[in-house]
């Protein structure tokens, strides 16, 4: 697992990686900027009670929540851009690891722009969920990477198996390697709350999902055939 990473990490400098990553990046970044839009037209509406000490308070307390809520799910805006240029990262990483596959399967844009969508959706519903957590400091790193570890894991092997696998098979292997992908996804999340690391997280975890991915599938080509 962790020399997936290594070699995913290495392809950063790859033209196609770079290229994905930036239009995921500008994706992430005009949703947050929507975001901070809305909130600054709708925070003011908090101050309706008259009592201006108060008001500051909540439209304080407001901004704030906006905030924290942008630092957390930014990252996973990032990722669910990267879902729509999966196929440039992938493609990157077959290129250059491995030359001798047959074309993967193309997928529509309808299928990216739903297969983003419910992973955009998925990341905001699960870390909304934890919100609570963070008032418990000692235990929120303990909920939060656990968690985030198991639906990245999934969700990435998912994104890079539709493209060669069908559905039966890459299920199988996600259940086969069920603890490689939780700590696969579990490192993933962990580069996702470090500040500038966390940009290019997304684009890592995709180049190192499809080597795990290739290895998987080539285990049980050999088991398959010994048998």
């Given at each position: 697992?962790?020399?997936?990473?290594?070699?995913?990490?290495?392809?950063?400098?790859?033209?196609?990686?770079?290229?994905?990553?930036w239009?995921a990046?500008?994706?992430?970044?005009?949703?947050?900027?929507?975001?901070?839009?809305?909130?600054?037209?709708?925070?003011?509406?908090?101050?309706?009670?008259?009592?201006?000490?108060?008001?500051?308070?909540?439209?304080?307390?407001?901004?704030?929540?906006?905030?924290?809520?942008?630092w957390?799910?930014?990252?996973?805006?990032?990722?669910?851009?990267?879902?729509f240029?999966?196929?440039?990262?992938?493609?990157?990483?077959?290129?250059?690891?491995?030359?001798?596959?047959?074309?993967?399967?193309?997928?529509?844009?309808?299928?990216?722009?739903?297969?983003?969508?419910?992973?955009l959706?998925?990341?905001?519903?699960?870390?909304?969920?934890?919100?609570?957590?963070?008032?418990?400091?000692?235990?929120?790193?303990?909920?939060?990477?656990?968690?985030?570890?198991?639906?990245?894991?999934?969700?990435?092997?998912?994104?890079?198996?539709?493209?060669?696998?069908?559905?039966?098979?890459?299920?199988?292997?996600?259940?086969?390697?069920?603890?490689?992908?939780?700590?696969?996804?579990?490192?993933?999340?962990?580069?996702?709350?470090?500040?500038?690391?966390?940009?290019?997280?997304?684009?890592?975890?995709t180049?190192?999902m499809?080597?795990?991915?290739?290895?998987?599938?080539?285990?049980?080509?050999q088991?398959?055939?010994?048998?």
């Amino acid at each position: 697992m962790l020399s997936a990473y290594f070699a995913a990490t290495l392809q950063l400098f790859d033209p196609g990686v770079r290229a994905a990553l930036w239009r995921a990046f500008f994706i992430a970044l005009a949703v947050t900027a929507a975001l901070w839009t809305g909130a600054s037209l709708a925070i003011p509406w908090l101050a309706l009670s008259g009592i201006p000490w108060l008001d500051t308070l909540a439209q304080f307390l407001g901004f704030a929540g906006v905030f924290v809520a942008s630092w957390i799910l930014f990252p996973g805006l990032v990722s669910a851009g990267v879902a729509f240029f999966l196929e440039d990262v992938a493609a990157a990483v077959e290129r250059r690891h491995y030359p001798g596959l047959a074309p993967a399967r193309a997928q529509s844009t309808g299928e990216m722009a739903w297969t983003a969508a419910r992973f955009l959706a998925l990341v905001v519903l699960v870390n909304l969920a934890l919100l609570p957590f963070l008032f418990v400091p000692p235990v929120f790193p303990f909920v939060f990477y656990p968690a985030n570890g198991y639906l990245l894991g999934r969700e990435y092997f998912d994104l890079v198996a539709a493209r060669r696998a069908a559905p039966g098979l890459a299920r199988a292997l996600g259940r086969r390697n069920r603890l490689s992908l939780w700590a696969a996804g579990t490192l993933a999340a962990l580069m996702l709350t470090v500040p500038f690391l966390n940009l290019v997280a997304p684009v890592i975890a995709t180049a190192a999902m499809v080597h795990l991915f290739q290895a998987w599938r080539g285990e049980t080509e050999q088991t398959r055939e010994s048998q």
